[in-house]
């Protein structure tokens, strides 16, 4: 049983503000630049309760690889999958809009999650990143790789990225490498 599991009764309780505060943010800034409708077919990566899945219109979809959290979802409307950011069970550009709210660092292959995060995303995705995970600098780094960000939004907890496909989409292996 994961962390997330084990402490799904408390977590709307725990981050249920936060997230929701994030949310909010997020859909603003969509909104106001005309990104998001209720045509919009919307991916959440770890989606948890779906607490903050549910503040945005459109075809949702959340996926997490915690099934407590997931049974804990009290949105009827939004499409729940168990699974994880590594492995998206979605076709290619399927998604409208790809989001991830403070999750990124929770994925076992950063890297591996963000590719199939752009696979099944047409060109528009966000990411927050927890401005205290130990790994943020080099999750920082290789989102700066992998996309164009196109706007950074500052939250007293998580760096928001609005991103763009346009970064460096080939594997690590495959890009050439400067002697």
């Known amino acids: 049983m994961t962390y997330y599991d084990e402490t799904s009764a408390g977590y709307d309780e725990l981050h249920g503000a936060e997230q929701t505060r994030k949310a909010r943010e997020i859909l603003a800034y969509l909104e106001q630049h005309r ?31 915690s099934k407590e959290l ?10 729940l999958v168990h699974g994880n950011a590594e492995s998206l069970p979605f076709v290619d550009d399927w998604f409208d809009i790809v989001v991830s709210l403070t999750a990124v660092h929770n994925f076992d292959d950063v890297e591996k999650g963000l590719r199939e995060m752009q696979r099944v995303g047409t060109n528009l ?55």
């Open 70 to 79: 997931l049974k804990r979802c009290k949105d009827a409307t939004i499409k």
């Open 125 to 179: 995705f966000v990411i927050t990143l927890l401005k205290k995970s130990q790994e943020h600098s080099a999750i920082e780094a290789l989102i700066r790789k992998l996309f164009k960000v196109e706007a950074e939004l500052d939250d007293p907890t998580d760096k928001i990225f609005v991103l763009r496909k346009d970064g460096d989409t080939r594997p690590s292996a495959a890009r050439p490498h400067h002697v």
């Open 35 to 65: 990104l998001i409708s209720q045509h919009s077919r919307l991916l959440d990566v770890g989606c948890g309760t779906c607490i903050s899945t549910a503040l945005f219109p459109g075809d949702r979809t959340g996926i997490d690889p």
